[in-house]
Structures are given as C-alpha cells and as structure tokens.
C-alpha cells in the first residue's frame, strides 16, 4: 500500500501541476515527507509498530501525545472528505456523464461511468462513487 502511494498516477500529476504552477509565480515547492530519508524510514518501520488492532498512524499518535487533545489522539477515524465532494459533483454530474465521459472514451468504459454517475444519486452507495468520480473530474482536468 505504501508503494502505490508513492506511484499513484494522480498524485504524480499534482505534484507535477503544483510545481509548474509555483515555478512560474517564482517559487519552489518542498514536499519534506516525501524526501527519500523519510520514505526510507517509512519502509523499514514493522507493520506492528505502524498500527495495531484498528488503530492506524501509531507512532505518529504517540510522538503527538502531549501536543493534541486526547480527543484527537484518540478518536477512531478521520476527517470525512465525502461531503466537500458531494459540494463540488452534485453540480458537475451531468456535466460528467455528457460532456465529460464523451471526451474521455479512449480510457475510460462508458458503462462503468454511467453506472458510478447511476449509483452516485443512490443513498446506499454513499462514499463510494464519490472517490471515483472526483477522481475522474481531476484526471480530466489535468489530460
């Protein structure tokens, strides 16, 4: 998992817009958490000491003890981003699947957009055509 973060096709094209983007304003971008001592130390951190039962992010709650509230530190999950989403594709979805989805043929399967844009308005599936969808509006917009 830690890999295909590191190789994932949207976060490279982001960073690539983000850099361009600073570049012509004049400035550099640094990204310290993704330095190769850093991702190093990522790789050779066990599993174990990562996360336990169904806490995640381990080490990196412990070395925030004392810095957070427990409330924080504690809490099981995290920030929900379904929402801000919902906000931003409930306009753009026939956009997607008449504009957008007749662009992008070449690498995209017609019936599996228009059966996310489908499931997108059922309640049952929330959260999961959200992630996709916002994917492919940005994967649109940086082609």
Excluded at 11 to 20: N, T
Excluded at 50 to 57: G, I
Excluded at 73 to 85: Q, S, T
């Amino acid at each position: 998992m830690q890999f295909e973060m590191l190789e994932a096709a949207f976060d490279v094209a982001a960073f690539e817009i983000e850099e361009r983007s600073a570049c012509s304003q004049g400035l550099e971008l640094r990204y310290p958490l993704c330095n190769y001592k850093i991702i190093q130390l990522a790789f050779s951190t066990p599993e174990r000491l990562r996360s336990r039962a169904r806490t995640a992010k381990r080490i990196h709650r412990r070395a925030l003890m004392g810095f957070l509230p427990e409330l924080v530190l504690r809490r099981p999950d995290k920030a929900d981003f379904v929402v801000m989403f919902r906000r931003q594709l409930d306009p753009l979805i026939d956009q997607i699947r008449h504009e957008l989805l007749p662009r992008r043929l070449d690498w995209i399967s017609t019936a599996a957009a228009h059966a996310l844009c489908d499931a997108y308005r059922d309640p049952g599936e929330a959260g999961r055509c959200e992630w996709w969808l916002w994917a492919f509006v940005g994967c649109d917009a940086v082609v």
